[in-house]
């Protein structure tokens, strides 16, 4: 086992009874000394006011409004506590988008803990050794269960339509993104990389590696502020703005107890009987 080779470690954490950040760095023994804890906004203080810096962001050329909206799980108004949230992460982008080289950069929240650090250690130094500049990869696997289990025609027409919607609108980010909500529905087989998988439609902002290049790219596409950070990254790996891959192999959990920062417990509960968090 050797050192973790990314260039910062950055926790994302709202706990100001440091209880959530004690119990994570316990779950770290070995990286503790390198884990920068970023405060987050308090979303129960409304309105919440961006910082000045997101009103200088431009807008990535693979945004498009009404693109976003197309895809339901993208289409609605946030909450104070989700902008709050999502401010939370793009602070921690804007500062890895501001260093040198494009060495990726790990991002958490405070509820996870490894299933063993050191294999989280070795098995995130081989998925780094295989990163591109441009590139972004969760390190946890969360696999959403549909509760209307399709047929394997039903999906192959699926997939048939938006292929030939996308040959026929050639070019337009609205087939773009069309058809990748049906051919990257679940994670795939990569065939130049060993250690990941293409993301798929995965909710993983709880633990991801990004490069300053994808940290700059994911800014911008939020630029307008009306995504969560799970749902820039949705929109990234839709739009194609930036590849996203997935661990093969589950590296952290998630601590539902812990509660949530934008959700209350019930809600937070319900989340994950709908998503498989391993």
């Not at 990314?6 to 440091?18: G, N």
């Not at 991002?107 to 995130?124: G, L, N, V, Y």
Request: charged share 20%; hydrophobic share 35%; net charge neutral.
């Amino acid at each position: 086992m050797g050192e973790l080779s990314v260039e910062r470690i950055f926790c994302l954490s709202m706990d100001k009874d440091m209880y959530r950040r004690d119990l994570m760095l316990s779950s770290f023994p070995l990286l503790k000394d390198r884990i920068e804890f970023i405060p987050g906004l308090d979303g129960n203080q409304s309105p919440v006011t961006p910082p000045s810096w997101t009103s200088n962001l431009n807008t990535h050329e693979k945004y498009d409004d009404s693109t976003r909206c197309s895809v339901s799980v993208l289409n609605h108004n946030l909450s104070d506590k989700e902008l709050a949230c999502v401010l939370g992460h793009m602070n921690i982008w804007k500062i890895i988008s501001e260093l040198n080289g494009n060495q990726p950069c790990l991002i958490c929240e405070d509820d996870i803990h490894p299933k063993d650090e050191a294999s989280f250690i070795d098995k995130t130094n081989e998925i780094i050794s295989e990163m591109a500049a441009p590139e972004i990869v969760y390190l946890g696997f969360s696999s959403f269960q549909d509760q209307k289990q399709r047929s394997i025609l039903f999906t192959a027409m699926q997939i048939a339509w938006h292929w030939c919607k996308q040959k026929r609108f050639s070019g337009t980010l609205q087939s773009i993104v069309s058809y990748n909500l049906v051919r990257k529905a679940s994670p795939r087989i990569t065939f130049n990389k060993r250690h990941v998988l293409h993301a798929g439609q995965h909710w993983g902002a709880f633990c991801y590696l990004v490069t300053p290049d994808s940290a700059r790219q994911l800014l911008a596409l939020n630029a307008n502020l009306k995504m969560t950070s799970d749902g820039t990254l949705r929109y990234a790996n839709l739009s194609q703005a930036i590849p996203l891959y997935i661990s093969k192999t589950s590296l952290v959990r998630v601590n539902s107890e812990l509660g949530s920062n934008i959700r209350t417990q019930e809600e937070h509960d319900s989340n994950f009987s709908k998503f498989k968090i391993t």
